[in-house]
Nanobody, 115 residues
Framework: QVQLVESGGGLVQAGGSLRLSCAASGSMFRFFVMGWYRQTPGKQRELVAR???????NYAVFAKDRFTISRDNAKNTVYLQMNSLQPEDTAVYYC?????????WGQGTQVTVSS
């Protein structure tokens, strides 16, 4: 079983930065494709960024040039560095991976950007 625990959310002013962390349990982390998603009330969860086991990244259009996903396999942790945050980035951010053909989600961390 794999568990994901996010941290690093909070309240920030527009234009500010936050770094989210997601720690994974188990010994297989380096093989996992890891993703960050976000969700606001009444909307579907959407992909923010993804990084595969080889370090290749892809981003949602809104995240490109402002957000950076990275991973530290020695720490079983994936990060999301978010810069130039805007009020529309306010959401619950979730860490995600697949394990045994199943979606695994963290509990989410709230990011609130004030104008």
């Amino acid at each position: 079983q794999v568990q994901l625990v996010e941290s690093g959310g909070g309240l920030v002013q527009a234009g500010g930065s936050l770094r989210l962390s997601c720690a994974a349990s188990g010994s297989m982390f380096r093989f996992f494709v890891m993703g960050w998603y976000r969700q606001t009330p009444g909307k579907q969860r959407e992909l923010v960024a993804r990084i595969d086991s080889g370090g290749d990244r892809n981003y949602a259009v809104f995240a490109k040039d402002r957000f950076t996903i990275s991973r530290d396999n020695a720490k079983n942790t994936v990060y999301l560095q978010m810069n130039s945050l805007q009020p529309e980035d306010t959401a619950v951010y979730y860490c995600h991976t697949f394990f045994n053909s199943r979606d695994v989600w963290g509990q989410g961390t709230q990011v609130t950007v004030s104008s």
